[in-house]
């Protein structure tokens, strides 16, 4: 499978963004997805991820009630809602995806896509 991320921007502190990931190449639905983001100089850190039907969804709590995960599987998209944006949010965001279950480590998702750009100025 095959993603795109984008959605990305420059914002100030408590602005809102949605990113958005549209998958291609495979049947989508069979595919758990997370959103992952890298600042400079640190390691990938995990975000958020839904399950296949999107009944599930699971946060860093650094981004528990600021964040939204969801996905339209008709539409081949996961999307990250992202709400009161703080400074600290500031990194490069990925989505991924792997077979079935939802995991939060990196090395456990086999697809990613190229990132995009979140920069919260203060």
């Known amino acids: 499978v095959q993603l795109q991320a984008s959605g990305g921007g420059s914002v100030q502190t408590g602005d809102s963004l949605r990113l958005s990931c549209l998958a291609s190449?495979?049947?989508?639905?069979?595919?758990?997805v997370a959103w992952f983001r890298q600042a400079p100089g640190k390691e990938r850190e995990f975000v958020a991820a839904i399950s296949l039907s999107g009944s599930t969804t699971t946060y860093a709590d650094s981004v528990k009630d600021r964040f939204t995960i969801s996905r339209d599987n008709a539409k081949n998209t996961v999307y990250l809602e992202m709400n009161s944006l703080k400074p600290e949010d500031t990194a490069v965001y990925f989505c991924a995806a792997r077979s079935w279950v939802v995991r939060s480590r990196p090395a456990e998702y086999d697809y990613w896509g190229q990132g995009t750009q979140v920069t919260v100025s203060s």
């Open positions: 190449g495979r049947t989508f639905s069979n595919y758990a």
